[in-house]
């Protein structure tokens, strides 16, 4: 071995030794105990956001899998790469589909998912993923500031889930077929009597109705439910359909769309018709699109810091613009933030998340539909 390459050797061996001594010794007591209880509980817990940089450097490459709009793959990875310049492989690869996520479920089952670092968690099959992931406690490392990630955005119970998107109800209406001031303010307008017999649009997947169970709890979203049924709406299905119907004029009023569906559409409406109003409480869907690494990442800590990074203002920034407005709630700056600041929530958090599908489900049974019969 020649001198110049031992020296090479000695000098990051000394680096290193600096490093992890300098994060000792700065190390608070409080950072201490969580990294000696996390792991303990078999997770991975870095002291220090320079300890992930280190292991970043020598891996220079991620790979991510997600459900984020492609247009905006180009400024992340762009803004992402000006953060790092280090990892100077970056590949994003969207993923949307049922049958595709089923795919990638079953390739990561059988241990055919290789090569991915960031892997999106669709809500359908959510409970599948954790025995699969990697054991960061990035819940810890938030709180204790080493992850620059508002811990609201982390999954409690599995800890290294991050939900960096939010989706938040609006009520869309056609301003040349009713007034503003008609517009149901609370949700419970809907009821009344003028709001009977073909006034208003109602989906029949009843995702926005779901979302009411946090703030009301799941008996008065059924009663509301089949009052709401009882009400004869214009039964509908899809939130980009109904919406440009609202917009065309076919109908005056849409008892609950998606706010970004809203916000494009009004963007495309060149009669200007289209407008919204955002009733309360705001069902307000923290856990829009969630992410994680996967076990078998070969590059898990530029992983840690892609996370982090979209959690930034500046990746929230970019999922604003190209997603477009479906940055965290939590995120001060994100347009749905402005949109429900000062009003009533009703926050289909982590807890509740495990617990939508089945909300939806009952929720349709309450309107009533008659079922086919069995011969």
Not at 181 to 196: N, T
Not at 268 to 290: A, F, H, N, W
Not at 349 to 360: G, I, M, S, V
Request: charged content about 25%; hydrophobic content about 40%.
């Amino acid at each position: 071995m020649s001198i110049t390459i031992l020296n090479k050797i000695i000098a990051s061996f000394a680096l290193l030794l600096m490093l992890a001594t300098t994060h000792a010794a700065a190390a608070s007591p409080d950072l201490l105990k969580a990294k000696q209880e996390t792991e303990a509980k078999g997770y991975i817990f870095f002291s220090s956001h320079d300890e992930i940089v280190v292991m970043a450097k020598k891996e220079g490459k991620l790979r991510v899998s997600t459900g984020l709009d492609k247009e905006g793959f180009k400024p992340l990875i762009n803004a992402f790469k000006q953060k790092y310049p280090f990892i100077t492989d970056t590949h994003i690869e969207e993923m949307a589909g049922l049958d595709v996520h089923q795919r990638f479920l079953l390739e990561m089952q059988s241990g055919q998912a290789m090569g991915w670092d960031i892997a999106i968690i669709p809500p359908d099959f959510a409970q599948e993923y954790p025995p699969y992931l990697k054991k960061h406690d990035i819940l810890g490392m938030a709180k204790q500031g080493v992850l620059k990630i508002d811990p609201r955005m982390v999954n409690p119970v599995e800890r290294n889930i991050l939900s960096t998107t939010s989706a938040i109800s609006a009520v869309p209406y056609n301003r040349k077929l009713i007034s503003e001031d008609k517009v149901p303010a609370k949700w419970e307008d809907f009821l009344k009597p003028e709001f009977k017999g073909k006034k208003f649009v109602l989906d029949i997947r009843p995702l926005q109705l779901a979302a009411l169970v946090p703030a009301w709890g799941l008996e008065r979203a059924l009663d509301f439910a089949r009052k709401l049924a009882a009400q004869q709406p214009v039964w509908g299905r899809g939130a980009h359909r109904v919406t440009a119907g609202i917009a065309a004029g076919e109908y005056s009023l849409y008892c609950g769309s998606n706010f970004a569906v809203v916000k494009r559409a009004m963007s495309k409406d060149p009669t200007g018709s289209l407008s919204y109003k955002i009733s309360e409480p705001v069902p307000t869907r923290t856990i829009d699109q969630s992410s994680a690494i996967l076990n078998t990442a070969p590059h898990p800590h530029a992983g840690l810091l892609w996370l982090e990074f979209l959690a930034s203002p500046e990746g929230q920034e970019i999922i604003d613009k190209y997603e477009p407005f479906g940055a965290s709630v939590y995120t001060p700056g994100s347009v749905v933030a402005q949109e429900v600041r000062g009003k009533e929530l009703s926050v289909v958090d982590w807890n509740h998340a495990t617990k939508f599908r089945e909300y939806t489900k009952k929720i349709f049974a309450a309107y009533g539909f008659p079922k086919a019969d069995k011969k």
